[in-house]
């Protein structure tokens, strides 16, 4: 199967329990990774708030984008495969500009720690802090890590209430969403496997595939306000 056709299908699949996931449960902080309810390709963007490295607010809002945008949720830069992640993420990111997108990384690392905590820190990405979890809920992914596993990751000076600045806990499921200069969501991976992760060819050609539609729209759209 070709890699634009398992796009597709996963994306089919992706969309089919939409209906059944009520608002309001989905910007709970959930108790398992299994339990989380992302949003979905064809949803709206919500509306958030983040800081930059400086802890200056960074928003975005869905009713007044400018350009189309890649965000990627990862745990934090303590997290040795969300750094290769972001390592790897390179390979697309030259191609991913050429095509007019913003590249935003989101964690709930607090501002100061955002690229001090990362292994390869000069990096080119936009990389902000969601300490307050206003993007992580927003966008159905929160959940709550066991305290039997907060205090494991002490024991491998891991301390998320000093890499968040806060108390809750809560960490996102990777996730790398698409979303339209329109403000709605193109496309959406979500593994609750922290393990695995999208690749950087897959996300690329998602990425071409809503680039051909988008101009292909904007086409359409012009020749009809021609005959008009």
């Known amino acids: ?115 001090e905590s990362l292994q390869q820190p000069d990096i080119g990405y936009q990389v902000l802090s969601d300490a307050g979890l206003d993007a992580t809920r927003a966008f159905g992914i929160a959940f709550q890590v066991p305290d039997e596993l907060v205090e494991k990751y002490l024991t491998f000076d891991i301390d998320l209430e000093a890499v968040s600045g806060e108390t809750h806990h809560v960490l996102p499921v990777p996730s790398t969403y698409i979303i339209g200069a329109d403000g709605v969501i193109r496309f959406q991976y979500t593994n609750v496997n922290y393990r695995v992760r999208l690749h950087p060819d897959v996300l690329l050609a998602a990425a071409r595939a809503h680039t051909d539609e988008a101009d292909k729209r904007l086409i359409r759209q012009r020749e009809a306000r021609k005959k008009s």
Request: hydrophobic fraction near 45%.
């Open 1 to 115: 199967m070709k890699l634009m056709n398992i796009i597709l299908v996963c994306l089919v699949c992706a969309v089919a329990p939409a209906a059944l996931v009520a608002d309001g449960q989905r910007t709970d902080i959930h108790t398992e990774t299994d339990a989380i309810q992302p949003l979905l390709p064809g949803m709206r963007a919500p509306a958030f708030e983040v800081r930059d490295a400086r802890g200056t607010p960074v928003a975005l809002d869905p009713d007044h984008m400018q350009k189309p945008v890649v965000l990627t949720f990862f745990r934090g830069g303590w997290c040795p495969y969300c750094n290769l992640h972001l390592s790897e993420l390179r390979k697309a990111e030259a191609e991913l500009g050429q095509m007019g997108f913003d590249i935003w990384f989101i964690s709930v690392d607090k501002p100061e720690l955002l690229y």
